[in-house]
């Protein structure tokens, strides 16, 4: 039997929920990953990144690679013991990162040539490269080495990006080689264009990969866009593999996403919005620095049992962000996690109940009432 394996329980409709089986523990799907850019998830400490009920997070390679390079994390007893994670870790091959570095980078063929945004140092990142530093981080999950456009960008060039990374997935598993325990995931890309994405996903299965991502897309092209792009894009992957949609997104992106027949998400924005003062709550966005605040003894979010919600107000929460403390970050943070992982839940449970459209409906519901203030 294999180390690793993923199960369907359920579908409804193009939704799925299932699992992905690893030797560190048990990915429910859908699942969301917290960020852990450079082995931390800001603001927050594993344990309790934990206890908002994420199975997985996601690690940087292009970060980690300068600083503090993955020869010295390999050193320190691999990622996991690093960063006090001992559940699975997903880290993506750095493509997008350095995609998004224009004019400090070279392209070839063999792969990128850039310079540090840290200190200016150059660099070069192949598809085998990528393979070695992920393999010293110690990943569960591996993500193949791509080039990502853009977008817009011409038909040209997104197929000329497009057949790069076909080329580049195919030296990644070669390099990846025989690792039991650890998963490699080809990425699908092909910008909008769904000839292009069929190419792709018809190369990249002639390979065979563990998993499967939809990238290239949250880069530009807007949510009308990318759901355009996923009612097709995930059918084209193989059915009894994960689905991983790369770099999304806010909640409505997320169930639009699930409806469409992803399985695995990452983003950003819960933490990162949580340092800028921004919740995410069943009725939509909170804005705590609004002086709306200052005298709100409600929490944010009064259905919701995280830390945040439990023992502050919304009055608090804005004192100390007008005061830049630290801890309005932490406690922003942990309920948008927290949100955000009790939304994967619902949608695990509505897919299993065969109530994805109930669910989904009661959602935007939801949001479109508002953050009322009922004081």
């Known amino acids: 039997m294999s180390l690793t394996s993923f199960s369907l329980h359920a579908t409804d409709g193009a939704a799925r929920t299932g699992q992905i089986e690893t030797p560190r523990g048990v990915i429910r799907t859908p699942a969301f990953m917290p960020v852990g850019t450079a082995a ?32 010295r994390i390999d050193r320190l007893g691999g990622l996991h013991k690093f960063m006090n994670w001992d559940k699975p870790i997903l880290t993506d091959s750095g493509g997008f990162q350095v995609m998004s570095l224009a004019d400090l980078r070279k392209l070839t063929e063999k792969g990128v040539t850039f310079k540090s945004h840290i200190d200016g140092s150059k660099h070069e990142l192949t598809p085998e490269r990528s393979m070695e530093i992920q393999k010293l981080l110690g990943s569960d999950i591996v993500m193949c080495f791509d080039e990502c456009p853009a977008l817009p960008a011409d038909r040209d060039r997104i197929a000329q990006s497009m057949r790069l990374s076909m080329r580049w997935a195919e030296r990644s598993k070669d390099a990846f080689g025989d690792r ?3 998963m490699l995931f080809g990425i699908q890309q092909g910008g909008l264009e769904q000839d292009f994405r069929e190419e792709s996903a018809e190369a990249l299965k002639a390979i065979g990969f563990d998993g499967y991502a939809v990238g290239g897309l949250a880069v530009g092209e807007g949510q009308e866009a990318m759901f355009g792009c996923l009612d097709f894009a995930p059918g084209q992957l193989p059915e009894d593999k994960p689905r991983y949609l790369m770099g999304v997104g806010k909640p409505d992106d997320i169930v639009g996403a699930v409806r469409r027949g992803i399985d695995m998400m990452d983003c950003v924005l819960p933490s990162r919005s949580g340092r800028t003062g921004q919740a995410w709550t069943r009725r939509g966005q909170v804005n705590i620095k609004n002086a709306r605040h200052q005298d709100d003894p409600r929490p944010l979010d009064e259905d919701c049992t995280c830390p945040a919600c439990r023992n502050y107000s919304r009055a608090y929460l804005h004192h100390v962000f007008r005061a830049q403390e630290m801890i309005s970050g932490m406690l922003l943070t942990w309920h948008n996690l927290h949100y955000y992982q009790e939304l994967m839940q619902g949608l695990r449970d509505a897919i299993a109940a065969g109530e994805f459209a109930a669910f989904e409906t009661a959602f935007h519901a939801k949001r479109a009432e508002g953050d009322i203030d009922r004081l």
Not at 44 to 67: F, K, Q, W
């Open 40 to 71: 931390t998830v800001k603001a927050m400490m594993p344990e309790s990144v934990a206890a908002t009920g994420a199975d997985i997070l996601l690690g940087n390679t292009y970060h980690l690679m300068l600083r503090p390079t993955a020869e």
């Open 180 to 182: 039991p325990g650890h």
